[in-house]
Structures are given as structure tokens and as C-alpha cells.
């Protein structure tokens, strides 16, 4: 069963930068391609960063070269660098496959204060 922890949330102000993790059991991440989701308040979960099985990275535009996902295949474990952080993005941030087909964890919040 696969089970997924994130962690490295906080509150910080706008424009701080936070490092998020997620470490799992029960999958190679390096065989997957995998993503880092948002879910704002009131607000379907989205997917904000996705990165490929061969390393390929993936961002909506509104975190274009400011988010960077990246794995480490040692620890088994997905990050994501958040700079220049945005009120805007406060929320609950989730790893996942990147179809969302793994049990979800219970995310790691963040909030960014203006």
C-alpha cells in the first residue's frame, strides 16, 4: 500500500520561500511520474507541478520559475521549492502520482501572509 507524508509547511510572508517534502512508502518514486497538488481553500485540488519518471519537470504558469519540484531517489522522496511566495497561494499542498491514483495523504499546509 502506498503511503504518502508530506511535510515542510508553514506560514510565511509573501514573498518567503518554503521547501516542501514528501516522503513515501510502498512505491519507487523513480519509476513514476509524479506531482505536487494545491488545494486552496473552498477550491477543487489542482495539480501545480509534475515531474516525469525520466525527469522531465512541469509547472502551471503561475509558478513558472518560481516552484521547482525534484526528487531524490535515495530517500524516496519528492520535493518542492516554493520562492517569492503569493497570498494567493495559501493552501494544502499534496503529492501524488501524477494521475492521482495513490492514497492521498494528509498534506502539509500552507499559508502565506500578505
Known amino acids: 500500500q502506498v503511503q504518502l507524508v508530506e511535510s515542510g509547511g508553514g506560514l510565511v510572508q509573501a514573498g518567503g520561500s518554503l521547501r516542501l517534502s514528501c516522503a513515501a512508502s510502498?512505491?519507487?518514486?523513480?519509476?513514476?511520474?509524479i506531482a505536487w497538488y494545491r488545494q486552496a481553500p473552498g477550491e477543487q485540488r489542482e495539480l501545480i507541478a509534475s515531474?516525469?519518471?525520466?525527469?522531465?519537470?512541469r509547472y502551471v504558469d503561475s509558478v513558472k520559475g518560481r516552484f521547482t519540484i525534484s526528487r531524490d531517489n535515495h530517500k524516496n522522496t519528492v520535493h518542492l521549492q516554493m520562492n517569492s511566495l503569493k497570498p494567493e497561494e495559501t493552501g494544502v499542498y499534496y503529492c501524488?502520482?501524477?494521475?492521482?491514483?495513490?492514497?492521498w495523504g494528509q498534506g502539509t499546509q500552507v499559508t502565506v501572509s500578505s
Open positions: 501524488n502520482a501524477r494521475s492521482g491514483v495513490w492514497t
Open positions: 510502498g512505491v519507487t518514486l523513480s519509476l513514476y511520474a
Open positions: 515531474l516525469s519518471s525520466g525527469g522531465y519537470a
